[in-house]
Structures are given as C-alpha cells and as structure tokens.
C-alpha cells in the first residue's frame, strides 16, 4: 500500500489520513505518550544525586508496607504532583479508599474513567458509587454467582478489560480470538463492534446457566464501562509512576518540589510554591550570582525560583543569559548577557540583583537612563525602593505570587490577639458541616453571576498559609460586602461549611475589611 507522507510547517513527517485510514492502508498507528512527569523524576534523580550522593533506581524501589507513612499521603489527600491524582474529585475518591498497594492505586486510576463514572447497575445507581461503599464495607452483590471468581478483587465492578475478557470467555463460550475481538472494541471505542457481540454473549450465557435477563444485565455493564476503560498493564504502569511521585515526595520533598516548579509551567508552579511554604520550605528570587533555568536548592530549607517561570522572558533568553555566566557586576550583565529591555526591566524589579543594588527602584532609574556604570556620582542618592505592596504586586506578576515579603504580616499584626481566632482551611476541612469558621485571606479571584435573587459571586481566596479555596457570596452577602471583594485585597472572611449533593462547598458569610467591618 502507498500513503503520502509530506513535510509539515514543523518539518515533521505526517499522512494526509487520519489514524484509521491508515492502519486500513496497512501501515502501523502506534500511540506514544510523552509524559512530563518523567522529566520532573530524572531531574528529581538528578538533584538528589548531586545533594547526597545517591542514585535513585526507580525501577528497583521496594512498595512500601501499608503502615508506612508514605501512605498517609493519599489518605491525607496530599496528591499535589503526584501523577494522576491532582484532581479534586479523584483526590477525594482517593481519600475515601485509602490505598496502601501499588495495585490498590491502580484500581483508583483505572476507576476515575469516563466508562466508570459514567456507568449504572442494573438498579440504575452509579457503578462507582457502588464500588465505593462496597470498599467500605457495603455488601457485594453480583448479577450472576458466576461472575465472583472474575470480579471478586473488585467488588464485582468491572474495572479492566481483562475481566471483559473473562467474563465473554467463560460465561458467553468466546474464544481467545474472538475474546480479543472485544477487548479491541473496547480499546478502540469501536462500541458498534462490541454491540454487535450481544446476541452471541446471551446465548451463551444461556448454555452456562445464566438467564437472558442476566446475560443483558451484565453485558449492559460492560457496554456501558466499555466507553473508557484501561487495561490492567496500562493502570498498572500509571500506578507505579504514581507511586514513584509518592515516595520522592515523601522521602526527598524538596528535591521533587524544585523538581516540579521547574517542570509545570508558570501557571501551574505557584501551586507548589505555595504548598511547599506551607510545609516550611522558603521559595526565594534568582540572584544574579547563581542563575539557573530550573529552581536551584540553595540549602536544606530553601530553594531559588527558576529563570524558566519568570514572566516575560524567553528560551532563547535564558539561554543566552546562561551562556554569559557568570557576571561581574550588573553592567556587565547589561553588556554581555544578550537580555532585551524587558528582560532585564523584569529580573531588576524581581530583585535578580539584590547582591549588587538592593535598591530596585534606584536600579531601574540607572538602566533607563543608560547609566549602568558606576561613576563618580550617585544622580539617585536618597531614591527610596518600592514600598511592600508594590513589590508585591510587582513579584505576583513576575514570579506568579509575592517571594520577598509577606503580604499577610501587616495584617496578622492588627489582629493583634484576636488572630488566634483565626482557622486553617485544614482544620476547616477536618470540621463537621454546617460550622462556621473565620480565616484571614488574599482575595484570588471574582467571578459575579446574575441569579434568580440578585447578583451572587464564585469567589477564589489563598488563606495566610498559602492554602487556596472557592466559596459562594450569595446575593444577600454580596451585594453589601461587593465593595470589598475585590482582587488583591485583604480580608477576614467568616465561612460556612456546606454539603450539596454530597459535595462539600463554603458559603462566605461576613467579610472584615480592616478599615470597617460587615
């Protein structure tokens, strides 16, 4: 068979056919997944190796018991950067089964698919719904006494393609081949090929002692698990990568926070930032004397943020930044290093040279001027440096969030002791529904809605302990507390806990805007 193969923009290799024409013309479609997750464990490896001296062999690691407290991560919910589970809703799945195996972290990844989730029982409850209260200790029921030794592992939910298999194999007489046949369909969402199995599963079901009644039963619950669902070996290897992410958290944590801040992104690295804070590491500005594109570990305590998530400055721009490295002095920067005006106009505000000029303001009048040499006089003699809330301004939108200061201090301080009135969302979360709770809090985000009652408001916050939640101002809070809900500003907030359709939610109830209360 013949298929075009031309050049794209990218100078990559492509066909002018889709993925089944081409496995039609002959040709084999292989599906490689690239995962940046490896790149955060090599690099990971790489400065745990350059820390301590050990080189970390992923594929020899021994699973830890279930007393561990390796495990405790997932029973706590602590699934940040651990891959798969970020997830609000598979990180609460993952709280209420609680793994302690490999395999039980498995079943959860294999679990939290569209075939799962969107799947019913006969009843027409939620398949996994169900698997969850049978985990926790619900009665098993299965639809036919013949499907036990297949699905007992699972709480006679169908999980994996391979219990497909079993089941059309030893209750409905399939082949191996024509076993597989399913599998595929299943695979390849090929859903009119697996429908077009029914007729031959219920007969033989039939032969077997299973009712038509049954047999439909039960193939109902494969078509409808069928849309998506893994393998075992797929599940299987996720987990264990999975597992990987856990046990460096846990054993070496800040070797895999600098690891993921430099490999999330900048939108995405703050979160651990942020939460790398609340576990008492300390994240700091890059300085002009060790500059690194990745976050650089300066001791056991504190890590220097990475050129490679500071706004406005490209690839390219690093890279020429590096290969000039090191630097005399900030001149010498401005010389040799290769940076624009905005690149450099971004690392003087962000505090990059602190060593040379802890003045930034002072700093930036020197360059715009061109007067980056030192000479014999000082033109910005008694220039004042930025104030605290515009370097924290100026660092949230370099960085992604305030490093040098902290914005919450100030007002900790006019608290005075009523701050030990003020909660944790963690203890927030640990507390039953229906209480109310008061946090002191950095306005995140505004999102007004017009609602049958009046203007209501989704509201993001990040607490003074670096923690992040959503909460509903409804109408009758809002439209007295709009004033002071706005992005940026300090606030005590009064929530309550809320449970709608078995979700938790917060609604706020009182704001305090340190100039007057509501």
């Known amino acids: 068979q013949t298929c075009a193969l031309p050049i794209s923009d990218d100078d990559e290799i492509i066909t002018q056919f889709d993925k089944v024409a081409v496995e039609k013309l002959g040709f084999l479609k292989a599906d490689?997944?690239?995962?940046?997750?490896?790149?955060?464990?090599?690099?990971?490896?790489?400065?745990?190796?350059?820390?301590?001296?050990?080189?970390?062999?992923?594929?020899?690691?021994?699973?830890?018991?279930?007393?561990?407290?390796?495990w405790q991560l997932f029973e706590r919910g602590d699934t940040l950067g651990l891959f798969q589970l970020e997830g609000d809703a598979i990180t609460g799945l993952t709280m209420r089964l609680k793994p302690r195996s490999i395999q039980e972290v498995s079943t959860i990844l294999a679990l939290y698919r569209p075939g799962i989730i969107n799947a019913r029982m006969p009843d027409g409850s939620s398949m996994l719904d169900n698997y969850?209260?049978?985990?926790?200790?619900?009665?098993?029921?299965?639809?036919?006494?013949?499907?036990?030794?297949?699905?007992?592992?699972?709480?006679?939910?169908?999980?994996?393609?391979?219990?497909i298999i079993s089941i059309v194999m030893q209750l409905g007489g399939f082949s191996e081949v024509e076993a597989d046949g399913v599998r595929a369909a299943i695979g390849k969402k090929h859903m009119d090929d697996l429908k077009a199995a029914r007729p031959k599963f219920v007969k033989g079901c039939r032969e077997r002692g299973v009712t038509e009644f049954q047999a439909n039963a039960i193939f109902d619950q494969m078509e409808a698990s069928g849309d998506y669902i893994f393998n075992k070996a797929?599940?299987?290897?996720?987990?264990?990568?999975?597992?990987?992410?856990?046990?460096?958290?846990?054993?070496?944590?800040?070797?895999?926070?600098?690891?993921?801040?430099?490999t999330v992104g900048s939108d995405k690295a703050p979160l651990y930032m942020r939460e790398a804070k609340r576990k008492g590491f300390r994240i700091v500005p890059p300085s002009a004397s060790k500059l690194s594109s990745g976050y650089v570990i300066l001791n056991d305590t504190d890590i220097a943020f990475g050129l490679v998530n500071v706004k406005g400055i490209g690839g390219k721009t690093i890279d020429r930044i590096l290969d000039g490295a090191p630097y005399a002095d900030f001149n010498d920067f401005v010389v040799r290093?290769?940076?624009n005006s905005a690149a450099i106009t971004a690392l003087v505000n962000g505090g990059v040279f602190r060593d040379w000029e802890p003045n930034r303001r002072k700093l930036l009048g020197k360059y715009e001027r061109g007067e980056t040499q030192e000479g014999l006089f000082d033109l910005d003699e008694g220039v004042g440096d930025y104030d605290d809330e515009a370097i924290e301004r100026i660092e949230t939108e370099i960085y992604g969030m305030p490093l040098s200061i902290d914005g919450f201090a100030k007002y900790r301080d006019r608290l005075g002791g009523a701050y030990q009135m003020i909660e944790t969302m963690e203890t927030v979360e640990a507390a039953p529904v229906g209480s109310n709770h008061a946090l002191l809090v950095k306005v995140a985000e505004v999102r007004p809605k017009?609602?049958?009652?009046?203007?209501?408001?989704?509201?993001?916050?990040?607490?003074?302990?670096?923690?992040?939640?959503?909460?509903?101002?409804?109408?009758?809070?809002?439209?007295?507390?709009?004033?002071?809900?706005?992005v940026s500003a300090y606030l005590v907030v009064e929530i309550s806990k809320e449970c709608y359709n078995n979700k938790v939610s917060y609604n706020v109830r009182r704001v305090q805007n340190f100039k007057e209360g509501r």
């Open 234 to 262: 797929h599940s299987l290897g996720y987990a264990t990568i999975t597992y990987w992410t856990a046990w460096l958290k846990h054993h070496y944590p800040i070797e895999y926070y600098a690891a993921c801040m430099s």
């Open 337 to 339: 290093s290769g940076a």
């Open 450 to 486: 017009v609602g049958k009652k009046g203007v209501f408001a989704f509201l993001r916050f990040t607490t003074d302990r670096e923690e992040e939640f959503e909460a509903i101002a409804f109408s009758d809070v809002y439209s007295i507390t709009q004033q002071w809900l706005k």
């Open 132 to 163: 969850v209260k049978r985990a926790e200790g619900m009665q098993v029921e299965y639809i036919a006494p013949q499907l036990e030794p297949i699905l007992k592992d699972t709480y006679g939910t169908i999980v994996y393609q391979e219990q």
């Open 32 to 70: 490689l997944l690239g995962l940046r997750n490896l790149d955060t464990l090599e690099l990971a490896r790489q400065l745990i190796e350059e820390r301590h001296g050990t080189r970390i062999d992923y594929y020899a690691l021994q699973e830890e018991p279930p007393e561990s407290p390796l």
